[in-house]
RNA sequence: GGCGCCUUCGUCAAGUGGUUAAGACACCGCCCUCUCACGGCGGGUUCAUGGGUUCGAAUCCCAUAGGCGUCACCA
């Protein structure tokens, strides 16, 4: 039998990393096994509709590079895709229950319905809808507003198997009888997802472990209808840690949570991917941890999930996309940082090299602005940078070397102002008056930079800004020294 | 609260009765070095607790604790 799975998100307009991870770890095991991933909309809640947001889900998968073989405006021989067009389907289903007396209709009104009630089983209301004869009960369809709700067994347990957790078994008892059709002819989430599992020939279902207690509801209605169940694989959370230390659900207040606000921040699609793909999986027989979506899904085992809990981690992700960053080439790097630069004004000619020396030295692009700002606007600064301990470097001497670099700067030509040259000639200066380099040069790229730390070292910054400016900047630096 | 799932370094995690309990991030030290970074080398820190079973337990069983989830005409 053919492998297929399906991601059937709510559209809100918003994907959670969690729901990205979900997502993923469908569409791997469906290509590793060679089966079809399919995209299903899931828009039954109509006060929650968001109206574009089935577009934004299908532009976030192509960015994080999910493909599915079946979907709304993709095709496929099983649609439509979006639960709203299928009202008829689920209707059809539900009448077919309700004929074989496992379903019934309910005309209470809503609001005794939803009145707190002992009797839970029944939904808070009475049950004496469940005997309604089918023949009554289709007649008051006709005009009366309804629910329909399945009868769940009173007594007995429930129980399934999970690929991830085992078996696992639940009290009838707990079960109350659950809605099918919504007073506004809307499925609900646990009948419309079983049908359409079904019908779609879903053979696993991957999704969050928050379905484990709502999937005995759903292996009652396969029963009913005389269906074989999927297999079943209930994900564990992704969580967040707070400044306190606390762990929690990954929300809002852990900072970005969606696939898109990371993508704003300057991460890679392709990093993000590749690690929420580790973030509760992990390839066995391999320490491996840099992985194309190629090698994602060639490694990918369902041996290999986690049945605990991880804590999304902004310093993993940091490194992994560094990782990222450093692996590119500088035309690649140099073109998807440009957006994250901001104006550059005169340097925009010299963005190349600027950018190529911040490659190794950020881990995402919204660093960017930070790390040249002082080459924009010389910061100002305290004398107390030029002191450097392990070249010995003072403000003494800072100002013993900046009149005779100064004054070699100025005499070497624009066209020779470039970083190979420039170096030679500083070197051979300081070789000449017995200086050790490191401690010579750490003046000069503190009087035209203003930073203890910069991308780049003392003549690739002088390379960078030009020799007006800089020359500008180092009188101005010796001249602040007194 | 009932029910359910989970529990190896701070974090991601390997491990399925006998290991010096991998590896990675972060952290620390050294080297490299025109600062920082990159790169190289090295280091510390872990089996939630308490009982069993066993010659032997991170691995099996039970209990406790903690975390998470769920109890909707939301998904």
């Known amino acids: 039998m053919k492998v297929r799975t399906r991601f059937a998100p709510s559209p809100t307009g918003y994907m959670h990393i969690g729901n990205l991870r979900t997502a993923l770890y469908a ?10 991933f399919i995209l299903r909309i899931e828009d039954t809640d109509r006060a929650r509709f968001v109206p574009d947001a089935v ?27 979006v639960q709203s067009e299928r009202m008829e ?24 319905e939803s009145a707190a009630n002992e009797d839970k089983k029944f939904g808070g209301y ?42 696992i078994s639940f009290n009838n008892e707990e079960l109350e009888d659950q809605i099918l059709l919504k007073r506004d002819g809307m499925p609900t989430y646990n009948f ?24 005995p509801k759903h292996v009652l209605l396969y029963e009913a209808l005389g269906w074989e169940t999927p297999a079943f694989i209930h994900l564990a959370p992704v969580m967040g840690k707070a400044d306190d230390g606390s762990v929690s659900k990954l929300s809002k207040r852990h900072g970005a949570t969606s696939f898109e606000d990371l993508v704003n921040m300057g991460y890679l699609p392709e990093a993000i ?28 085992s369902l041996e290999g999930l986690s049945k605990s809990n991880s804590v999304f981690d902004y310093e993993k992700l940091n490194w992994m996309n560094g990782e990222y960053l450093k692996a590119m080439t500088d035309a690649e790097f140099s073109k998807l940082a440009k957006p994250f630069a901001g104006d550059l004004g005169e340097l925009e000619d010299n963005w190349a090299k600027i950018s190529a020396l911040l490659k190794t030295r950020i881990s995402k692009f919204n660093e960017i602005p930070e790390e040249i700002a002082f080459l924009r606007e010389m910061p100002p600064f305290d004398a107390n940078l030029y002191v450097n301990k392990r070249n010995k470097v003072t403000p003494d001497f800072a100002r013993e070397i900046l009149p005779g670099a100064i004054e070699l700067l100025e005499a070497i030509p624009d066209k020779d102002w470039e970083n190979d040259k420039l170096y030679e000639r500083l070197n051979a200066f300081i070789t000449e008056k017995g ?18 730390a910069t991308p780049g070292g003392a003549t690739e910054i002088l390379s960078i ?18």
Request: glycine fraction near 8%; proline fraction near 5%; include cysteine.
């Open 465 to 482: 800004l030009g020799k007006a400016k800089s020359l500008e900047r180092m009188k101005n630096s010796l001249e602040n020294l007194g």
């Open 192 to 215: 419309a997802n079983v049908i359409d599992d079904h019908l779609m020939e879903v053979t696993h279902i991957i999704r969050g472990a928050e379905f484990i207690t709502s999937t």
């Open 126 to 167: 009475n049950r004496a809808c469940r005997d309604i004869p089918p023949e009554e009960a289709k007649a008051r369809m006709e005009t009366e507003p309804f629910v329909v709700r399945q009868k769940m067994p009173l007594t007995g347990e429930t129980s399934y198997f999970d690929v991830l957790h085992g078996a």
């Open 89 to 112: 389907i689920y209707k059809k289903y539900a009448m077919e229950l309700i004929e074989k007396g496992a379903a019934y209709p309910c005309f209470c009104d809503e609001k005794k």
């Open 435 to 452: 200086y050790k380099k490191g401690a010579a040069l750490w003046p000069v790229r503190i009087s035209v930079s203003g930073k203890a």
């Open 55 to 81: 577009d934004f889900i299908k532009r976030t998968l192509k960015a994080a590079n999910i493909v599915a073989d079946e979907g709304p405006g993709i095709g496929g021989a099983y649609g439509p895709y």
């Open 27 to 36: 569409y791997l095991f469906a290509k590793k096994n060679n089966g079809d």
């Open 273 to 300: 991917v590749n690690y929420v793909a580790l973030l509760g999986w992990n390839p066995k027989n391999s320490t491996q941890e840099i992985f194309s979506m190629d090698e994602l899904i060639a490694e990918f």
